[in-house]
């Protein structure tokens, strides 16, 4: 670890690399701009697991989503290689709608 260096990995070229990293800046400077309006979080947060997720998918292994199984969906979506999106059934099926609401948040 370096204070002169910034680390980004699994990127496609250097091009995406430098625009991840002038991202990073302008969100480091908006927030030091505006750190008097900060509050900070005492409360511990937990970031979801797999089978958080999974419980929350419809379990119906369909693979419409290109992954063997909801599972597998479901490390994928922690793993950011997948989106919500791309579960036709959460997004067809009216009864999964809260369903869909919590896992948009959690996400």
Same mark, same amino acid.
């Given at each position: 670890m370096s204070p002169e260096k #910034? &680390? /980004?990995?699994? #990127?496609?070229d250097t091009e995406e690399g430098l625009a991840l990293l002038a991202s990073l800046? =302008?969100? #480091?400077?908006?927030?030091? @701009?505006q750190r008097n309006a900060l509050k900070p979080a005492l409360a511990r947060k937990r970031a979801p697991r797999h089978l958080d /997720? &999974?419980?929350l998918l419809p379990q119906t292994n369909c693979k419409?989503?290109? @992954?063997?199984?909801?599972?597998?969906?479901a490390v994928n979506l922690i793993l950011?290689?997948?989106d919500l999106e791309e579960c036709t059934p959460l997004q067809n099926d009216a009864a999964?709608? =809260?369903r869909r609401a919590t896992l948009e948040a959690m996400l």
């Amino acid at each position: 670890m370096s204070p002169e260096k #910034v &680390y /980004i990995t699994q #990127v496609r070229d250097t091009e995406e690399g430098l625009a991840l990293l002038a991202s990073l800046k =302008d969100a #480091v400077n908006a927030t030091w @701009e505006q750190r008097n309006a900060l509050k900070p979080a005492l409360a511990r947060k937990r970031a979801p697991r797999h089978l958080d /997720i &999974y419980a929350l998918l419809p379990q119906t292994n369909c693979k419409q989503c290109g @992954e063997a199984s909801c599972l597998a969906f479901a490390v994928n979506l922690i793993l950011h290689k997948h989106d919500l999106e791309e579960c036709t059934p959460l997004q067809n099926d009216a009864a999964l709608t =809260d369903r869909r609401a919590t896992l948009e948040a959690m996400l």
